[in-house]
């Protein structure tokens, strides 16, 4: 896979992972993105925003099949892929992932943006496509969420 004249950078497949929580369907993801940048390539790359583009059809393209009424069949019969290195231990990881997918799609889409990939709330809202305000509301629902799903013995 290649983009910008060069490999896709670990980054953006991690991106794809985080969003979704599974490194099959980040790959898929990844995969629609860049068929979408090669087709789009001319005008994209002369706005310059190659890196904003397939973050925002990673996003879109998970919040479209979190939308459909069916869902992918999960294989069985693999063992999860190993990291060379984890950010931080795996359980923690681990339990991390469990409680990002219990928020919903847009949810996800905007805690990821902010707090993952460290984008703006208005680079967030153009990648999405909604206004400012919704990332934000989407984005404190979801982080109230996941506290209250990492910190269950927390007071509010």
Known sequence: MHARGGPVRKAEREAAYVICGDWDRADDLLQQALVKLYVAWPRVRRDGREEAYVRQI???AHIDEHRRPWRREQATDRLPERAAREPFPVEERTVLMQALEQLSA?????????????LSVAETATDLGIPEG????????????????LEPDRRA
Request: charged share 15%.
């Open 58 to 60: 990673l996003l879109r």
């Open 134 to 149: 919704t990332v934000k509301s989407h984005t404190s629902r979801g982080l109230a969420a996941l506290q209250g799903m």
């Open 106 to 118: 847009m949810q996800r889409a905007c805690v990821v943006s902010r707090h993952w990939l460290g």
